[in-house]
């Protein structure tokens, strides 16, 4: 089945410090990919969705100048969180989804997440 | 806009027992249903779907959902629940009408099986 790697799991670091974040779908080829934060025992809030080759789009109350987006290749989409503060600290989630014609019906794969500590 | 509700924040059955956990959806085009589960510190993994035909889906670990059109409900359920699957459980709907759009979750369901 479809399988998406993110790395690293976890990340422990200091005020003012960027972390970037990495996804990769290892199986098949995602145009699209989304970057969801997670906060303790809550649902996934999404932030942006990741279009290869273009500009990520941005949820309304989502700082695009902190949270870097980056998806250069049908493969790998980057968030970076610039200049983190303890605010900052979360559990993100990558995802993505099979791009090819006809899979607009496909299931979105998932990471296993990015915990993410400011210390 | 589409919105999905899991009414219940926890869940409790017997080992053993069916297990039923709710979902609730609305949207305004044509519904794509999803049953996500996800274990501590840990990304989500599939279970199952509904898009066409069959309102009765069967999915991973022995888990099924139904759609009901009329009720706007896509549960989730089990017939014999397991201590392992204990873990949260989300729902997610995106029309099918509107392209490559993110899928829209509920707040999830924490699901206890007790021995």
């Known amino acids: 089945g479809a399988v998406v790697s993110q790395h690293p799991s976890r990340v422990i670091c200091k005020s003012g410090t960027s972390v970037k974040i990495e996804c990769r779908s290892l199986d098949f080829q995602a145009t699209t990919m989304f970057w969801y934060r997670q906060f303790p025992k809550q649902s996934l809030m999404l932030m942006a969705t990741?279009?290869?080759?273009?500009?990520?789009?941005?949820e309304q109350g989502v700082e695009k100048d902190k949270f870097l987006i980056n998806h250069a290749s049908l493969t790998l989409s980057t968030l970076t969180v610039t200049s983190a503060h303890p605010e900052d600290s979360s559990f993100y989630i990558c995802?993505?989804?099979?791009?090819?014609?006809?899979?607009?019906?496909?299931?979105?794969?998932f990471g296993d997440g990015t915990r993410l500590s400011i210390l | 806009a589409q919105s999905v509700a899991q009414p219940e924040d926890q869940v409790n059955v017997a080992e053993g027992n069916p297990l039923t956990v709710k979902c609730t959806y609305s949207?305004?085009?044509?519904?794509?249903l999803f049953w996500y589960v996800q274990y501590p510190n840990r990304g989500l993994q599939f279970l199952l779907k509904y898009i066409t035909g069959d309102n009765l889906v069967k999915g991973s670990y022995g888990f099924e959902a139904e759609f009901n059109k009329s009720q706007t409900s896509f549960h989730l359920k089990k017939p014999s629940a397991l201590v392992s699957d204990s873990a949260l459980y989300f729902c997610?709907?995106?029309?099918?009408?509107?392209?490559?759009?993110?899928?829209?979750f509920g707040k999830g369901t924490r699901l206890s099986v007790i021995a």
């Open positions: 997610a709907v995106r029309d099918g009408n509107s392209g490559n759009t993110p899928l829209v």
């Open positions: 990741s279009n290869e080759g273009s500009k990520a789009t941005y």
């Open positions: 995802s993505a989804r099979l791009s090819q014609a006809g899979t607009s019906n496909q299931p979105q794969h």
């Open positions: 949207v305004s085009g044509n519904p794509y």
